[in-house]
């Protein structure tokens, strides 16, 4: 790898004697790992285990993913090891009923790491800037597929109007990526010194915006995947000194080969490829301390819960409804955790809300159309529907969005699962089946193998 001269000559010197060991570490192999989502399945096969995640673990080779039908189903969640640190912050620092924002959240590797640590009573408000990774975010939240979500696509001084209202914010900032130089190639061509700069400016103008939205003693976690010193250790320290904050320890063990910040008034934690089996990363955790502020209010119930018909039919649809909230937004009905919905309509006031809860479906005449996020919630009640297991050639025509012909099954909606794990909905209507997967979701390649190994 030819790395910038610049990059040679900051990191070279912070590194000291461990730079050969660095340099061929970059010039090696990235490890493929990946995170299981816990609520639908367990491993099949043993895999070895990312030591500071316990859903973490890493594959022997980098398969192909795209025609994985369990990837699709949100079985699982292809993560970088070094990043799924997270969990162990939120191990030790998440508490019950938190509500929690991921602020830079797309693709959404750590807002499904988040959701697994969230009990019935916390909320999770995964955000992100950009509308098309917004979409992308949605997708990985819908298919991880718990119902205490909330997808936004906003700036994050529109989020800072949300005044003391979150216990958790993570800020995993962008950044100018020299943790990534193994993965990408684009992110050696694209660096520089005067980027690093640019990007330390960006991310305390996020950090800026975003603070109000922290309650006093909330938790801040902030990472980014970059090795200087300006993106990590001087915002750390800036935001201990400018915003006003306490730094926090997290328990780690000395065999993970997790370093420590560089320098000395800082705790951080950082990740070497040639030290841990990952990328480059750095995390800190800070506890806000300031003057109680002023909260956000209560708002007013402006929504449509009063069209609710409690006897209604896509009740059924949903394990433990007494646990949920029935509305209609915009032609579709949804499921939201009842304790969470004042909280949601908060959010609504707002911020630019792109998916929340659960999408039940909608009426179309008599017939009741099911969501696709019905289909992969893990509070779906598959007794609700007819179910056909497909193979695994079925399940990748199903997910390219092809038409199907099931012989000797009723007319009317039917639930695919693969692995017994619900991939989504067809409607058969006797001689094909209507193909009810997302359009923009769907399989794009052709090159469609002969034959599928399973992953996990
Ligand atoms: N947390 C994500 C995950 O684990 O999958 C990765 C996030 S990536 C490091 C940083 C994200 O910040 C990108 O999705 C990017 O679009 C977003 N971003 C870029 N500029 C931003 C800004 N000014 N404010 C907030 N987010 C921004």
């Keep these: 790898m030819n790395l910038p001269a ?23 192999e990235s490890p493929a790992s990946v995170r299981i989502n816990n609520s639908k399945i367990a491993p099949a096969k043993p895999l070895a285990q990312v030591p500071w995640c316990d859903s973490g673990f890493y594959l022997d080779k980098r398969p192909q993913f795209t025609f994985d039908p369990l990837f699709h189903s949100g079985s699982y969640y292809v993560q970088e090891a070094s990043s799924m640190f997270i969990a162990r912050v939120l191990k030790q620092y998440a508490s019950p009923s938190m509500k929690v924002l991921d602020l830079c959240a797309a693709p959404g590797g ?58 958790v914010v993570l800020v995993d900032a962008p950044c100018s990526g020299e943790g990534m130089f193994r993965k990408d ?13 640019l990007c330390k400016e960006r991310q305390q103008r996020i950090l800026v915006d975003i603070w109000p939205s922290l309650k006093n003693e909330g938790v801040l976690i902030y990472s980014t995947c970059t090795y200087n010193l300006e993106e990590n250790e001087e915002n750390i320290r800036w935001i201990r000194d400018e915003l006003g904050a306490d730094i926090l320890p997290v328990d780690i063990v000395k065999e ?9 008034d800082v705790v951080a934690y950082r990740f070497f490829p040639h030290k841990t089996n990952g990328e480059g990363f750095f995390c800190a955790v800070l506890r806000k301390k300031g003057d109680e502020e002023k909260r956000v209010g209560k708002i007013k119930d402006k929504d449509n819960r009063s069209k609710i018909n409690p006897e209604a039919e896509y009740k059924n649809l949903i394990l433990n409804p007494d646990r949920f909230t029935f509305y209609l937004r915009d032609d579709r009905w949804f499921a939201f955790p009842s304790r969470l919905y004042s909280h949601l309509q908060i959010i609504r006031s707002e911020l630019n809300i792109v998916s929340e809860g659960i999408c039940l479906g909608e009426f179309k005449g008599k017939d009741f159309v099911p969501c696709q996020s019905l289909a992969l919630s893990r509070f779906l009640n598959k007794d609700a529907f007819i179910t056909l297991e497909v193979d695994w050639k079925t399940a990748v025509l199903y997910l390219r969005k092809e038409t199907l012909v099931l ?24 001689n094909r089946a209507n193909n009810l997967y997302p359009r923009e979701w769907r399989i794009r390649s052709s090159n469609v193998p002969d034959q599928f190994e399973n992953i996990i």
Excluded: C, H, M
């Design 6 to 28: 610049d990059f040679v000559t900051y990191t070279k010197p912070l590194l000291g004697e461990q730079w050969n060991s660095f340099v061929e570490a970059l010039n090696g």
């Design 185 to 197: 190639e684009r992110a050696v061509a694209e660096w520089s010194l005067a980027n690093v700069k």
């Design 256 to 264: 993970w080969g997790i370093s420590s910040s560089f320098v000395e």
């Design 407 to 430: 012989t000797g099954l009723p007319k009317g909606y039917i639930l695919l699962t693969y692995g017994n794990i619900p991939l989504g909905f067809v409607k058969n209507i006797g």
């Design 110 to 167: 750590k807002s499904t790491l988040i959701a697994d640590f969230l009990d019935d009573d916390s909320l999770l408000v995964s955000n992100e800037v950009i509308r098309s990774r917004a979409n992308i975010l949605s997708e990985n939240i819908t298919k991880w597929g718990y119902p205490d979500t909330v997808v936004t696509n906003n700036d994050p001084s529109r989020i800072g109007r949300l005044k003391g209202f979150f216990d």
